[in-house]
């Protein structure tokens, strides 16, 4: 197995179709204890005990520092260590330019880049401790082609923001052992697509996928346990594409 008593720590993975959730549920399948935060606490704790007994589950708003530093004191308290942290919580809003208001871009960037910034500083110091480490932040291919199906511009704006936020991360924690990586998926079928595409918008944009089909949330989380897993020992400050051949040139 994989992760081998490997502690994970995933965010935003309570939702029975999402990308986190098939990243714990294939976590745990390698021996790891998975750890799944999300907003609701009893959704997240139902989600980890679908995992066994060896799993847990705490509410946290990753767009609230404290509260991001004291779930991961629980964590380590409770574990002793923090090996993998999955920055997966997001959301979208499928708005046009001058559509956006202020509020609109604050929620979305907060959840999106503050988050990815508030639990990578909450665990950080852990895995200096330890010498090692690996995160890996969700960011998404409307970061690298501009606009999405589900995503409006301030969407592709903050995706964007975790690229580089990843990279930066990467150079500066490289010498201490920690690994920073992203993952960019292409559409993937999630709740959040569930109902909103027809026939005709499916075919259109299979159109421009070369594998022809949607992604699935089991997709992002192989390449999650690629990167969580020792077989990418030597990799940090990439990102991996999980499109289907959306992007190439």
Do not use: W
């Amino acid at each position: 197995m994989l992760l081998s008593n490997k502690v994970c720590v995933i965010t935003g993975a309570a939702s029975r179709r999402g990308i986190g959730r098939a990243t714990a549920m294939l976590f745990a399948l390698h021996g790891s204890r998975t750890v799944i935060l999300d907003l609701n606490a009893e959704l997240t704790a139902e989600a980890a005990a679908a995992l066994g007994s060896a799993h847990r589950g705490y509410a946290c708003d990753v767009t609230d520092k404290e509260a991001c530093r004291t779930v991961v004191e629980r964590i380590v308290e409770e574990f002793g260590r923090i090996d993998v942290l999955v920055n997966n919580a997001g959301i979208t809003q499928p708005l046009r330019t001058m559509e956006i208001d202020s509020e609109d871009y604050d929620k979305v960037l907060d959840v999106n880049l503050r988050g990815t910034l508030y639990m990578s500083q909450a665990a950080i110091p852990h895995m200096r401790r330890q010498r090692s480490g690996s995160i890996i932040c969700i960011s998404s291919v409307s970061a690298q082609r501009g606009g999405g199906v589900f995503g409006g511009p301030h969407y592709s704006a903050s995706k964007a923001g975790v690229l580089g936020l990843a990279k930066a991360m990467a150079r500066e924690l490289g010498p201490e052992g920690i690994r920073v990586n992203s993952i960019a998926p292409g559409l993937i079928d999630t709740d959040i697509t569930d109902g909103k595409l027809t026939e005709e918008m499916k075919a259109e944009i299979l159109k421009g996928i070369p594998l022809n089909r949607l992604g699935e949330a089991e997709d992002v989380a192989r390449a999650c346990l690629f990167l969580a897993s020792d077989l990418s020992s030597y990799i940090t400050g990439a990102v991996i594409d999980v499109n289907g051949g959306m992007l190439i040139h």
